[in-house]
C-alpha cells in the first residue's frame, strides 16, 4: 500500500515510489537522489514532527512535510 513519506515513522524502511511534484519543486527533489526505487529508512523527526530526516545512499538527507507530501512511498513490511 503506497502512503505518502510524510506518514512515515521513525525507524520505518521503504521504498520510493514516484514523486508528484512537478517544476522546481520536483526538479530540486529528484537532484537531492529521491527518485523512483530508491530505498531509505526514517531515522528522525523533529519535535514537532517537521522535518523528517531519512537515510538514503549512504547520507541523511533532512525534508520539510510539506516537500515529503510529494514523495509517495511503499513501506516495508514488517
Known amino acids: 500500500m503506497s502512503v505518502s513519506l510524510r506518514s512515515m515513522k521513525k ?3 521503504g521504498v520510493v515510489v514516484s514523486v ?3 517544476g ?3 526538479r530540486r527533489i ?3 537522489g529521491v527518485v523512483t526505487g530508491t530505498e531509505f529508512m526514517i531515522v528522525g523527526r523533529a519535535p514537532l ?3 523528517v530526516a531519512l537515510r ?3 547520507f541523511t538527507l533532512t ?3 510539506n516537500e515529503a507530501d510529494f514523495i509517495i512511498v ?3 513490511e514488517s
Request: aromatic share 0%; hydrophobic share 20%.
Open 63 to 65: 525534508l520539510r512535510n
Open 24 to 26: 522546481e519543486l520536483g
Open 74 to 76: 511503499e513501506p516495508e
Open 11 to 13: 525507524d520505518q524502511k
Open 56 to 58: 538514503m545512499k549512504g
Open 20 to 22: 508528484n511534484a512537478s
Open 49 to 51: 514532527e517537521d522535518p
Open 30 to 32: 529528484r537532484d537531492m
